[in-house]
């Protein structure tokens, strides 16, 4: 009967540790320490057994019923430590790789923003802002546009019907960042050096190279003996400085009203040695437009064209994105599609 008892144990021991649940694990438990498990079973053989063996079988079977009990403990803990472990792994793997967040990255416009304001900064330019919504006065009037001027049909406008300004003045989106030129002067006073980064408006027909909303940069420095040699030179300068390459610059007569004379600038390709696709296989590109302060210009800002002159230019910041960064369509710098601003 010693025999069989044990056997239990180890039959019990074996599946106990089989169990994967609390249910077959009580299952379990019934078949070998319920009324009518095995254990029992054996046991009522007991009062057939000589006297003095009965208690030693006693003996003998409480300890395998507690060896047995502490099995099962034992296993009820593992599945449940189990389906906790379950419940946390989904929930929290801290082994799992985490989920990259995505960065942002700097605008290609306000990189190249960037870029044009320190050169200039470095070389003693200020940096100036002006109101985008402007009045009719300061974006033509000021800037010797006359009300009946041809000019004007040059820059189509987005005229804001209300309100007009408090001087009865129409308001409009600024065609150009040209009216800081005189805001400028009035609120910093002469002598200026500054550059005026900002957006401007055009009504006009959108295609690779136009867009209703561009960027222009434009550069004034105002003093007493500022010649059209010093605007050549500065702005030679800053495009070496920029594309990190010796530039040549070239000038070509050019007509805006607020200056006189007017030039348009070319400046050499830094791409090519003999003409390439970009400069249009010229060896020069088109980029800004400048000349000396109209003294008109001047008067309006109250300041004095016989004691002072100085030069303004402007250009695309857009174009020079375009161009510094090899972009053949200006739409890509406002969709933004994540694919495209992604590379720079
Ligand atoms: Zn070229």
Redesign the pocket.
């Known amino acids: 009967m010693q025999n069989q008892i044990q056997d239990i144990l180890k039959q019990a021991i074996e599946k106990i540790n089989k169990c994967n649940t609390e249910a077959e694990l009580l299952e379990t438990e019934k078949s070998f320490l319920g009324k009518k498990g095995s254990l029992n079973e054996i046991l009522k053989g007991v009062k057939d057994l000589p006297k003095e063996d009965r208690a030693e079988i006693g003996k003998l079977a409480n300890q395998v019923k507690q060896d047995i009990n502490t099995h099962i403990q034992n296993q009820k803990q593992n599945i449940q430590d189990k389906a906790l472990d379950a419940i946390l792994e989904q929930w929290h793997d801290v082994t799992l790789p985490g989920i990259k967040p995505q960065k942002g990255a700097v605008h290609p416009l306000s990189l190249i923003q960037e870029k044009v304001e320190e050169i200039f900064q470095k070389m003693g330019f200020m940096i100036l802002d002006g109101p985008e919504v402007e009045s009719d006065y300061f974006n033509f009037d000021a800037l010797n546009f006359k009300k009946d001027h041809p000019a004007r049909d040059m820059h189509d406008t987005y005229f804001v019907g209300e309100p007009q300004n408090k001087d009865g003045d129409k308001l409009l989106l600024r065609t150009h960042t040209s009216p800081v030129q005189v805001r400028g002067m009035l609120q910093h006073k002469v002598p200026i050096k500054a550059i005026i980064p900002g957006r401007c408006f055009r009504y006009e027909d959108q295609d690779a190279t136009h867009e209703h909303t561009l960027f222009q940069i434009e550069g004034l420095y105002i003093d007493k003996n500022i010649s059209i040699a010093n605007l050549k030179g500065i702005f030679q300068e800053f495009l070496t400085k920029l594309f990190e390459k010796k530039i040549e610059i070239q000038m070509r007569p050019g007509y805006f009203p607020f200056t006189e004379p007017s030039v348009e600038f070319d400046f050499s390709?830094p791409?090519?040695k003999d003409?390439?696709r970009?400069?249009k296989y010229t060896?020069f590109i088109e980029l800004a437009g400048a000349g000396m302060v109209h003294p008109n210009v001047l008067k309006s800002a109250k300041v004095d064209p016989n004691e002072y002159q100085g030069f303004a230019f402007g250009f695309g910041l857009d174009r020079l994105a375009m161009l510094y960064h090899n972009i053949q369509n200006i739409k890509h710098f406002r969709e933004n599609d994540i694919r495209f601003l992604k590379q720079f």
Do not use: Y
């Open positions: 390709c791409f090519c003409g390439c970009v400069c060896k």
